[in-house]
């Protein structure tokens, strides 16, 4: 497992979650194929630690769904939207207030309960579709990464993808 690579952008968890799905057709990569891989990803991206991965599947199907909809200016679905909200309620939440070293306070979410992981990640999914970065597919070949628009007119993904497409520019004008 250790030598599994997975697609991890240290962009908000939602959009980590929508990523797990990689690739189209028969060369797409499910990294949440298997519990254990399940479980590697989200050490790997600082999610919470899994505890059903049939339930987490459907929430990064739902997820995608919806982020893939955005990315493409499409409507979102009313029954995806159903189902992301479903999971974010399925664990408790309160808001907490916090006190830093400074004696500045700024405030946060707690989820607890079984599914509290499952909520953490679908509430990062409502904050990004509501928030106001646009949301970007990576237009690397082949890629297709999901990531938000925070600054500039970031394009891709990750300094490789870009990188990769100036050296197709590169050998296009050269042949
Ligand atoms: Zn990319």
Redesign the pocket.
Known sequence: MESLEFPILGEPLGIELANTWYGAGQDATDFLATPDMASAWAAAAGAPPVDDVAALCELRDTVRALVAARAAGQPLSRRAIGTLNRHAAAGCAAAVLQLDARGGVSTAIRFRGEAAGRARLATSCIEVLSGPHPIHR?E?EG???FFVQQHGRRR???D??SHRARQQRYRRTQS
Do not use: E, R, V
């Open positions: 990576c690397g890629c297709g990464l891709f993904c990750h490789g993808c």
